[in-house]
């Protein structure tokens, strides 16, 4: 049974910073597209970062140079770090995985965690 169990959501104050975690089970992240994706009150979800199997990242515009997406297979986690946070980044962050790449920019992802929240203040 394929899971995904985000953690390391909480509040914090514009210009800190937080590490989100998406810890998997059943089945091995090493051959699969991993993503971030977020989805603030009232405003359809967005896709956050990607990385590929061969560890190709790519970014939203508006967290690159911010946000950091990267995984360790051997743990078969992927992580999120998100620095210089801003109010606008406050939304549920949910990761999730799809069989393939190398192409991973997409929204249609197979399997997606249920989400932590992320509350930015000013």
């Known amino acids: 049974q394929v899971q995904l169990v985000e953690s390391g959501g909480g509040s914090v104050q514009a210009g800190g910073s937080l590490r989100l975690s998406c810890a998997s089970s059943?089945?091995?992240?090493?051959?699969?597209?991993m993503g971030w994706f977020r989805q603030a009150p009232g405003k359809e979800r967005e896709r956050v970062a990607t990385?590929?199997?061969?560890?190709?990242?790519r970014y939203l515009d508006s967290v690159k140079g911010r946000f950091t997406i990267s995984k360790d297979n051997a743990k078969n986690t992927q992580y999120l770090l998100m620095n210089r946070l801003k109010p606008d980044d406050t939304a549920v962050y949910y990761c999730?995985?799809?069989?393939?790449?190398?192409?991973?920019?997409?929204?249609?992802?197979?399997?997606w965690g249920r989400g932590t929240q992320v509350t930015v203040s000013s």
């Open positions: 990385i590929s199997p061969d560890g190709t990242t």
């Open positions: 999730a995985a799809d069989y393939g790449g190398p192409l991973c920019w997409y929204d249609t992802y197979n399997y």
């Open positions: 059943g089945y091995s992240i090493r051959n699969y597209c």
